[in-house]
């Protein structure tokens, strides 16, 4: 009770200043009153009347360095006092610095009586271009600003007709009406009364920090895995290569001295095992598949992440084939179900996340052969992802999975043929128009998929209906500033050029002079490869019509090799809250189940084509396959 009535006087003050803050009138009058009737001090919040005193003088400050052009005074001032999420979240606040550098450049020029200090003038131009360089760089792409880019550069700004209005007695008692008024508004805002001060400090503040620490330790767990599998791998391999220097030493000992390599040498030059990564925990399916048709978003959202996380964070080898063989077999995305309601309806959910993350988990699955395999036992999956990517015009992430997983698709035969079918190259055609639009993501597994289908006979036929267009673009994006497409846009257009009215077409567009641009301009294998191109436009084989032989559906494109990109975990949408389940942990605490985990046999792979960087692509391939230097 003594502790309260030592700081009474305090807290009343504090109580008064808020509800004048909020204007409670009549409340504050009967506070007051009641405070006087009771005898209860009441302090006059000497806290607000000096921080209005402290607001008053720092305005003035700043206005008195805007007047006498000392800019290092004002914005040492300016980034001091007004907030950094102001200063560089706030449109108005940006312009408004933009303006205010341009008055401290040519101060000097507009209030010297005679011929303003050189040296002085030059540090004041240097310090504005220093600044159009870095922070006022954001502003470079408005057609308002654009034309003060030049102003360092120009020799005498007063006569340039670019800069008249700059020099107009009325520009600068505008730009100080519009800094006063900023101040007026800025300083007002920040003047909120000191309770409301202390619950933002002492209560929402500690529940937003504590949110955050609990995402990042998310976050640092994931991470920490992933670190030490690479860890235990890189041991491993460390061992084993120990071990083998060791052999090797002494056996070179042993040779010198006229003896036979040991038998140990060359059992340690065989692969090494390395030691065998423990299975996941098996799970409940059938309460997972109803919880993913039956919860809610937000249930159905973090069962989807955690679903693909086991797939792109679980080891490669055994450990992610029983992963896989798992959902397969116990039908995981409902591909074998005929119901109205199944798992793979949730792409067209209505919640934005629950159809990117169900879009993710099918790219997923169609980076590795066996889930490719899965997917395209009918073409069910195949019209919905077709039905997403034209549908999904507001999320490009949910759009991107789904292209990737078609792209992935067009290693498959069937599925090829299915997409050329549905007029897939003229959807393709059509958004890479304006690459420049597009994501890398996005631009690169178009150009790879549009590859893909152009590779069959039916592909080109349908290149040659709009063959003017598909060239058009296709030389378009020769010269796109990202090399990672070039592969593919050469295989298309080799392939393309196999067909004599796509030649004919090409020739009448000039598209041997286009293509030698290129040889001058590219490095030594793109040049190559456009010779190749030049080759095949200037050949006059005879080979219109549908090729039979191309289009075998019994043969399989495929290599049998996965590809599990980083795309797949980037930005993710949810974070789990305070005491809830994500991931792995989410999984084995509701959903363990009992031997659902099966054993697979590995489906054995085509023998590899070797591919000579020289030429164009001539078989299907995907981006992430490609980079990483699979044989196709």
Request: net charge negative; hydrophobic share 40%; with cysteine.
């Amino acid at each position: 009770m003594g502790d309260i009535l030592a700081h009474e006087a305090e807290l009343l003050g504090l109580v008064k200043e808020y509800l004048d803050f909020a204007e409670f009138e009549d409340t504050l009058k009967t506070f007051s009153k009641e405070c006087k009737i009771k005898g209860k001090p009441l302090s006059k919040t000497a806290g607000g009347s000096l921080r209005d005193s402290k607001s008053l003088i720092i305005q003035k400050d700043l206005i008195a360095a805007f007047d006498n052009g000392d800019q290092k005074v004002f914005f040492n001032l300016w980034e001091e006092h007004i907030p950094s999420s102001i200063r560089d979240g706030d449109s108005l606040a940006q312009k408004l610095e933009f303006y205010l550098h341009i008055h401290f450049a040519i101060y000097l020029l507009k209030h010297s009586a005679g011929r303003p200090d050189k040296e002085e003038l030059d540090e004041r131009i240097s310090y504005f271009k220093a600044y159009l360089e870095t922070k006022g760089a954001a502003l470079s792409q408005t057609t308002e600003f654009l034309p003060f880019y030049a102003l360092p550069f120009v020799p005498n700004p007063m006569v340039h007709p670019s800069f008249k209005e700059l020099f107009q007695d009325s520009w600068t008692p505008e730009l100080k009406l519009k800094l006063e008024k900023f101040l007026a508004l800025i300083f007002k805002a920040s003047n909120t009364p000191k309770l409301l001060t202390l619950y933002k400090e002492n209560g929402q503040s500690n529940k937003e920090m504590l949110r955050q620490l609990h995402q990042q330790l998310i976050e640092a767990e994931r991470r920490s895995m992933t670190y030490l599998k690479r860890y235990s791998k890189i041991q491993a391999d460390y061992h084993s290569l120990i071990g083998v220097t060791a052999e090797l030493v002494d056996s070179l000992e042993a040779t010198v001295s006229g003896k036979m390599a040991s038998t140990m040498l060359r059992a340690s030059l065989a692969p090494v095992k390395l030691k065998d990564v423990p299975l996941l925990p098996s799970l409940d399916y059938e309460k997972l598949k109803k919880d993913l048709i039956l919860g809610s978003d937000r249930l159905k959202a973090f069962l989807l992440q955690a679903l693909r996380w086991r797939l792109t964070t679980s080891h490669p080898g055994e450990q992610r084939e029983t992963v896989l063989q798992a959902y397969v077999s116990n039908d995981l995305l409902d591909c074998h179900s005929h119901s109205q309601r199944s798992v793979l309806q949730l792409l067209h959910s209505k919640s934005e996340v629950v159809r990117q993350y169900m879009a993710r988990l099918i790219n997923a699955f169609a980076s590795l052969a066996e889930g490719r395999l899965y997917l395209a036992q009918s073409t069910k999956v195949l019209r919905m992802l077709e039905e997403r990517l034209k549908e999904e015009d507001k999320d490009m992430i949910t759009q991107e999975n789904v292209l990737g997983a078609l792209q992935k698709f067009s290693l498959r035969r069937p599925l090829q043929t299915a997409m050329i079918r549905d007029g897939l190259i003229f959807w393709l055609i059509d958004i890479l128009k304006d690459p420049d639009c597009l994501s890398d993501y996005t631009l690169e597994y178009s150009v790879a998929l549009l590859m893909n289908l152009c590779l069959r006979s039916a592909g080109k036929n349908m290149c040659a209906k709009v063959a003017g267009l598909v060239l058009k673009v296709l030389s378009d994006l020769l010269g796109h500033e990202n090399h990672e497409i070039q592969p593919y846009v050469n295989g298309a257009l080799y392939s393309i050029l196999s067909v004599p009215s796509i030649r004919e077409e090409a020739r009448a567009m000039g598209m041997e002079d286009i293509l030698r641009c290129f040889i001058k301009e590219g490095n030594a294998e793109m040049t190559r490869q456009i010779e190749f191109i030049i080759k095949q436009l200037n050949s006059e084989e005879l080979l219109d019509g549908v090729l039979e032989s191309d289009d075998d559906e019994d043969e399989d494109d495929e290599e049998d090799h996965d590809t599990m990109e980083a795309d797949l975990d980037k930005d993710e949408l949810i974070q789990p809250q305070l005491g809830e389940l994500s991931g792995e942990k989410l999984l084995t605490t509701e959903y363990l189940g009992i031997m659902t985990n099966t054993g697979r046999t590995r489906r054995k792979g085509l023998a590899s084509v070797q591919w000579s960087g020289d030429e164009p692509l001539r078989r299907p391939v995907t981006p992430g396959g490609h980079r990483n230097g699979y044989p196709v």
